[in-house]
């Protein structure tokens, strides 16, 4: 069977391998810390549930138009307006089926061959795969957990080339956790002005900042950019609405119309009953936002303490997201099974084993030797998850 070249470059996702292996386990009637998984484990919020009830009781089961209803685009651009300090209009949204696909959307229309994509390390393990899957090459900057996880002015400069086709900037990150101050970001900004490519703003996890960080939009930083600054946005974190597969991406007309093109050959448009829930979690009430938040932050603070007792763990505290990201150097040399750990994912796959943790590789993310630990879970499976990683790193130690 001959598959597609442009495949050959491109790594199936860690992230769901490592689910996989964890599921197997727990079919097996293993109990397993999932600290792997990136999603929220909260509901989300009734009013968006009613929403979907209510479409289905109307009968909304046609198609709609293949960027979204209109109701839902307006409502995406008065978020915009409260939340991003900018104010698109709705010829500019593509409501997609996830941010993922906002972004899957984007490489088919922007990225082709001779394409540089420049995408700060430790990366969302998509980003460069979906650059790869265009033939386009994602260029890896990378940053240092003793800079923050933040890249500098000077060291995105350095990388962009007369072949720069986009920046891909996520803030807050996954898999770090990191969020830039607005200063930060300005600086970045004022680099992107001196050049001529697309600015990919990944705002996903932009309400989940902590100890009342601010979070600034790049599209409120710098209106200027607008003309080449795309948004792409979500319900999957801010309203714990993963599986119901809505985002969206707010990007100038021309561009925005060519992603009406693409989504009009590909999927058509995302479910509409899961438009309906989205439009009643932008518009219904937001409090379970804040309630989410606070619970996050309470879990990070449990989360890097319990991984900072483990002996050869060391975790720095994360703005943003919910993901702590942890050196596990620490571990290396340690006697698992015939050998002795000497990779992150040795780590991750001890862990799994012997700790029934499910963490991912930061391979997967651009950056060996650490781990993804999510804390999406609650504190009581946190606390007994890494009590479970300090018993099986002890009794390796022996
Ligand atoms: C940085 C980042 N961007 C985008 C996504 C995709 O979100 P969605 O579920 O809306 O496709 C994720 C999900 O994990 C993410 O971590």
Redesign the pocket.
């Known amino acids: 069977m001959k598959l597609a070249a442009r495949l050959h470059a491109v790594q199936p996702s860690v992230t769901l391998a490592m689910s996989a292996r964890a599921a197997e386990l727990r079919q097996s009637g293993t109990d397993v810390f999932a600290f792997g998984v990136?999603?929220p484990d909260f509901e989300p919020p009734d009013a968006v549930l009613d929403a979907a009830r209510e479409a289905i009781g109307k009968g909304v089961s046609k198609y709609t138009a293949v960027t979204g209803i209109a109701p839902l685009k307006a409502a995406i651009c008065d978020h915009a307006r409260r939340k991003k300090g900018f104010s698109p209009v709705p010829e500019q949204v593509t409501v997609t089926v996830?941010?993922?696909?906002a972004?899957f959307n984007l490489a088919i229309a922007l990225f082709e061959p001779g394409d540089e994509v420049l995408i700060p390390s430790p990366f969302?393990v998509?980003y460069p795969e979906q650059v790869r899957m265009m033939g386009a090459e994602p260029v890896i900057v990378p940053t240092r957990e003793e800079d923050g996880w933040r890249m500098s002015g000077a060291a995105l400069a350095a990388a962009v080339t007369p072949r720069t086709k986009a920046l891909i900037l996520?803030t807050p990150?996954?898999p770090t956790g990191a969020a830039y101050t607005p200063a930060e970001l300005r600086a970045l900004l004022e680099v992107v002005r001196a050049g001529d490519y697309w600015l990919i703003a990944?705002e996903?996890?932009a309400e989940l900042s902590y100890d009342g960080a601010s979070i600034r939009s790049v599209a409120e930083l710098a209106p200027d950019l607008l003309d080449r600054t795309v948004i792409?946005d979500?319900?999957?974190?801010t309203y714990a609405m993963?599986g119901w597969?809505i985002?969206w991406a707010i990007s100038p007309r021309p561009l925005a119309k060519a992603l009406d093109t693409v989504q009009g050959q590909s999927t058509t448009n995302p479910s509409a009953i899961a438009q309906h829930a989205a439009l009643a979690a932008l518009t219904g009430p937001q409090e379970a936002i804040s309630r989410m938040r606070d619970a996050f932050q309470a879990r990070r603070d449990v989360m890097v303490a319990e991984l900072n007792a483990v002996p050869g763990v060391r975790c720095r505290v994360p703005e943003g997201a919910f993901y702590a990201f942890a050196d596990c150097r620490g571990l290396y040399g340690l006697p698992w099974g015939e050998k002795r750990i000497a990779s992150d994912e040795d780590v991750a796959f001890f862990l799994l084993e012997k700790a029934h943790v499910a963490a991912v590789p930061g391979g997967a993310f651009g950056a060996p030797g650490y781990v993804r630990f999510s804390y999406a879970t609650s504190e009581e499976r946190i606390r007994a998850g890494v009590a479970s990683m300090r018993q099986a790193v002890a009794a390796a130690r022996g």
């Open positions: 990136g999603e996830g941010a993922k696909h972004l969302w998509s996520c990150s996954n990944d996903i996890y792409v979500g319900g999957s974190t993963t597969r985002g």
